[in-house]
T-cell receptor, first 114, second 112 residues
Framework: NAGVTQTPKFQVLKTGQSMTLQCAQD?????MYWYRQDPGMGLRLIYY???????DKGEVPNGYNVSRLNKREFSLRLESAAPSQTSVYFC?????????????FGPGTRLTVL | AQRVTQPEKLLSVFKGAPVELKCNYS??????LFWYVQYSRQRLQLLLR??SRESIKGFTADLNKGETSFHLKKPFAQEEDSAMYYC??????????????FGKGTKLSVIP
């Protein structure tokens, strides 16, 4: 089991460029999440998908879109990247999105926007 | 709205000394709390959950509803405990599921 995988590991973009971050899990989990991690800010939820076919905004959704492609895959798209989106992005999944669920995290994507 | 506060950005202790990483929360319901840990060059992972009432790697955490705290403790710190620690609260999102709200994290440095 690979768990949660993310691609790419690193990316440098210019302001205004677009890109998609990919995430996949092989644990048959129903819920998936995208976070960003910034120094001194902890992890903040961008979007989540409680189950296949549903997506909802988290704390910081502006400038992002998501697609739950199927049960395994959940992608995050930056349509027009801005320097403020320079961050480390983590994808996570959990079995059912219940109150006591453990979330399992991917290795992260380090994104720099120039 | 739910909130998690970790007052210390950095905590340095000597090997063998006791460790306490503080976590306070604000939540209108009955909270489910977690500690996640991120070791250098590794992904974020669960350390322990309130509901499990277990001790992992010598760490324990007790929920104190009166003080709205969930401090993480270990009696004798080891060098391998050096890592970033995040306290998290699971709260109802209003969209039919639960979300984790993370504190800003505390970097623990254990001095040999």
């Amino acid at each position: 089991n690979a768990g949660v995988t993310q691609t790419p590991k690193f990316q440098v973009l210019k302001t205004g460029q677009s890109m998609t971050l990919q995430c996949a899990q092989d644990m048959n989990h129903n819920s998936m999440y995208w976070y960003r991690q910034d120094p001194g800010m902890g992890l903040r939820l961008i979007y989540y998908s409680a189950s296949e076919g549903t997506t909802d905004k988290g704390e910081v959704p502006n400038g992002y879109n998501v697609s739950r492609l199927n049960k395994r895959e959940f992608s995050l798209r930056l349509e027009s990247a801005a320097p403020s989106q320079t961050s480390v992005y983590f994808c996570a999944s959990s079995r059912s999105g219940s109150e006591t669920d453990t979330q399992y995290f991917g290795p992260g994507t380090r994104l720099t926007v120039l | 709205a739910q909130r998690v506060t970790q007052p210390e950005k950095l905590l340095s202790v000597f090997k063998g000394a006791p460790v306490e990483l503080k976590c306070n929360y604000s939540y209108s319901g009955s909270p489910e709390l977690f500690w996640y840990v991120q070791y250098s060059r590794q992904r974020l992972q669960l350390l322990l959950r309130h509901i499990s009432r277990e001790s992992i790697k010598g760490f324990t955490a007790d929920l104190n509803k009166g003080e709205t705290s969930f401090h993480l403790k270990k009696p004798f710190a080891q060098e391998e405990d050096s890592a970033m620690y995040y306290c998290a609260l699971s709260g109802f999102s209003g969209a039919g599921s639960y979300q984790l709200t993370f504190g800003k994290g505390t970097k623990l440095s254990v001095i040999p």
